[in-house]
Nanobody
C-alpha cells in the first residue's frame, strides 16, 4: 500500500514559478506510473503530466507543455512538478496519483494524494 502526500502549493503572481512535491511512502511497483492532475470544483479532474517510475518517458497536457516539468527522485520516493510561467488559469487544486498503466485517464489511477492548492493572481 502506497500513501501519497503533496506539498509546495501556494499563492503567486502570474509569471512566477512553483514546485509541487509528492512524497510516496510504502512500496510501489517498479512498473508504476506517476501522474499529476488538477481539479476545479464542479469540473472533471484534468490530466497535467505523467511519468514512469522507472525510465524517462513523460507526457504532458497541451495546456502545460513547455511550462511544466514532471520529474522524480527515486531514492527519496518523491515526485515533482516544476511549474513555470504560471497563469491565472492554472489556479486550482493539484493532485499526484499512481497507476499501473501509462494512461492520462484519471480513472486508471488507484491511489491519490490529498491535494495542494495553487493560486495564481493576475
Amino acid at each position: 500500500q502506497v500513501h501519497l502526500v503533496e506539498s509546495g502549493g501556494g499563492s503567486v503572481q502570474a509569471g512566477d514559478s512553483l514546485r509541487l512535491s509528492c512524497a510516496a511512502s510504502g512500496r510501489a511497483s517498479s512498473n508504476s506510473v506517476m501522474g499529476w492532475f488538477r481539479q476545479t470544483p464542479g469540473k472533471e479532474r484534468e490530466f497535467v503530466a505523467m511519468i514512469r517510475w522507472r525510465g524517462t518517458s513523460a507526457f504532458y497536457a497541451d495546456s502545460v507543455k513547455g511550462r511544466f516539468a514532471i520529474s522524480r527522485n527515486n531514492p527519496e520516493n518523491i515526485l515533482y512538478l516544476q511549474m513555470n510561467s504560471l497563469k491565472p488559469e492554472d489556479t486550482t487544486v493539484y493532485y499526484c496519483a499512481i497507476a499501473s498503466e501509462y494512461d492520462r485517464d484519471y480513472r486508471v489511477y488507484h491511489t491519490w494524494g490529498q491535494g495542494a492548492q495553487v493560486t495564481v493572481a493576475s
